[in-house]
């Protein structure tokens, strides 16, 4: 199926509460979406969301892809692994906006063969995925209220955004297991906001009520530091800053740094990353996660696609956030009872409604 012209259509998105964690605020997210034209008349749809601590390279990002959108045109969609090593040659900056270019790739190539993206990755495994439902910082009683309204809707599965401080993050635990109860697992993101002994304290002072797992506990960069950390403390230690390629999953292996890395499509820069990256995982005897995104239903159906085909990936996933999002120009993907049922029909089965 041959790609006759290439769209861009940029456009933000309002989130419904402010979004705060350890590393970064946002009121909105900036993205795009793509539409991969077809002779057949057949339309194959990607997006991408940049963070707001990228937000300068939005658009040239755009500008960048605009100018390469040529290369697409008369070459059959199905050429994924070509087209986008030229894209990387012509465009070698961008990843996140490159990203929107290989998911409508892999959506039009799909269709082409009237199967989804799932059994075009190599088999649907799972129908329906469980959801971990991430939770962002503010006061301890919005906090407790919000993870009891999340609980309300079905949600079993809840990531905490803590860093705040020892006191404050142990105030906020202790109230959010209070108001949603045993049942509902706990996890919590720390995104790098301490050093290895602060968070092994912080760490073991949660996991009596309840932690299963601690993410990005200590910065990026130090290994060491979230070495000391996976070997002193019971719940699951994950890396995701830690995490941007397959190389950096040996590295963190080495150091025995985490038991399970955050695996997104954005941040490693599509599916044909993200597959090397969990592979790594499997050869170095570590787990993977898909991470949240906070992204348009078009991602997480991208990602949720990726999850089915792929079951070395550990569940419950993160990707949902888009129902904390007004705006949206795609439907067809819904939370129900706190999981999201793999999309029907060819591609990703979602619809751009523009």
Request: contains cysteine.
């Amino acid at each position: 199926m041959k790609i006759s012209r290439v769209e861009l259509i940029p456009h933000r998105l309002k989130r419904k509460v402010r979004w705060q964690t350890a590393s970064y605020s946002a009121d909105s997210l900036q993205l795009f979406y793509v539409k991969l034209h077809s002779e057949n008349d057949v339309t194959g749809i990607g997006a991408a969301s940049i963070l707001p601590t990228r937000a300068a390279s939005f658009e040239p990002g755009l500008a960048a892809l605009r100018s390469a959108a040529q290369l697409f045109v008369g070459h059959d969609a199905e050429e994924i692994d070509a087209l986008m090593r030229e894209l990387d040659q012509i465009v070698p900056d961008f990843p996140y906006h490159k990203v929107a270019i290989e998911m409508a790739l892999f959506d039009l190539a799909a269709k082409a063969q009237n199967v989804s993206v799932a059994e075009l990755l190599g088999g649907k495994k799972r129908d329906q995925i469980p959801v971990l439902k991430m939770l962002g910082m503010g006061s301890v009683e919005w906090m407790a209220e919000r993870a009891r309204q999340f609980a309300e809707q079905g949600y079993r599965h809840l990531k905490v955004k803590l860093g705040a401080g020892p006191e404050k993050d142990l105030a906020c635990f202790m109230a959010i297991r209070e108001g949603v109860g045993a049942e509902v697992t706990l996890t919590a993101d720390f995104n790098g906001a301490y050093d290895s002994a602060t968070a092994i304290h912080v760490i073991e002072k949660l996991t009596p009520a309840g932690l299963t797992m601690a993410e990005q506990p200590v910065p990026a960069n130090d290994l060491a530091g979230m070495a000391a950390v996976t070997a002193a403390v019971q719940p699951l230690v994950l890396a995701d800053q830690s995490i941007n390629s397959a190389e950096d999953v040996f590295r963190v292996a080495r150091y025995k740094a985490a038991g399970a890395v955050s695996v997104k499509l954005l941040k490693l820069g599509g599916i044909r990353h993200s597959r090397a990256v969990v592979q790594a995982c499997e050869s170095a005897g570590i787990a993977s996660h898909v991470g949240g995104t906070g992204s348009t239903r078009l991602v997480e159906a991208a990602q949720a696609h990726f999850i089915s085909a792929t079951p070395a990936i550990i569940v419950p996933s993160e990707i949902a956030e888009f129902e904390e999002l007004e705006g949206d120009l795609v439907e067809g993907l819904e939370v129900s009872a706190g999981a999201i049922r793999l999309p029907e029909g060819p591609g990703l089965g979602v619809h751009l409604i523009v």
